[in-house]
């Protein structure tokens, strides 16, 4: 039974999303502020977060800023305004689809579903991640290649724990600056350029692993031995 952590302040909402997603067989769990959605979403590692933007003790972009410094679990965003979502989208907040406010439970419902099933449906990844000859544990800020350790920076252990979630599945700079989650405010997306460009350096001759896909982002290449 995958989870569903619910984080929304108000109470008359939440309960309808969980009477409708329990309906449907979903766990849920539900947090009526950033902090404690924090707390949950560690505790429970949810397969999927239905958040608001507008939240008391740490908003909903900073909430998400949070998760994707460490997660690839898929976010739905709620919002109250369609306004928004074009300034999520420009923030590059990583998030798996916006749903505006009000809003059908039963299309939020349907958006889970349909996020989950791209998802793949299964629990989130935890632990070392393996993509080839690489091997990144975003828990012990650690990566080794073909079993030798790199000396790497947090941000470059959480570029590359995005791209070692999914190998061979690009990600967009904004991801891939999301990712970093707050760690140097005030860049832009020529960051994430910096980033490789001192990570291909430290891989040597592996250097073709990260693969650059023009006007789009980057991947870690698949098969790579």
């Known amino acids: 039974m995958s989870t569903i952590l619910i984080v929304e ?9 969980e009477v409708y997603l329990r ?3 979903f766990h849920t769990e539900r947090a009526g502020d950033g902090r404690r959605a924090l707390e949950l979403w560690r505790a429970a590692r949810p397969a999927l977060i239905l958040l608001d933007l507008m939240l008391p003790e740490l908003d909903g972009l900073e909430v998400a800023r949070r ?3 460490e997660s690839g679990v898929p976010i739905i965003m709620l919002t109250a305004r369609d306004e928004e979502i074009d300034r999520l989208l420009g923030l590059g907040i990583g998030a798996d ?7 059908s439970p039963r299309e939020v419902v349907a958006r889970v579903k349909a996020v989950l099933r791209r998802a793949g449906g ?26 030798a350790a790199l000396d790497v920076t947090v941000a470059e252990v959480r570029l590359l724990a ?5 190998p061979g599945v690009v990600r967009t700079r904004a991801e891939l600056l999301a990712a970093l989650g707050g760690l140097e ?3 832009d997306e020529r960051t994430v350029d910096a980033h490789v460009k001192n990570l291909r350096r430290k891989f040597g001759e592996d250097a073709a692993l990260l693969d650059t896909v023009r006007g789009v982002g980057y991947r870690l290449r698949v098969g790579a031995a």
């Open 9 to 17: 302040d108000e109470p008359r909402l939440a309960d309808i999303l």
């Open 23 to 25: 309906r449907e067989g």
């Open 67 to 69: 998760v994707r410094a």
């Open 97 to 103: 689809d916006y749903v505006v406010k009000p809003y």
């Open 122 to 147: 299964g629990p989130e990844i935890v632990g070392a991640l393996h993509a080839g000859p690489l091997v990144v544990d975003p828990a012990a800020f650690t990566v080794t290649l073909r079993g």
């Open 162 to 166: 995005l791209l070692a979630r999914d």
């Open 185 to 187: 405010r005030g860049t």
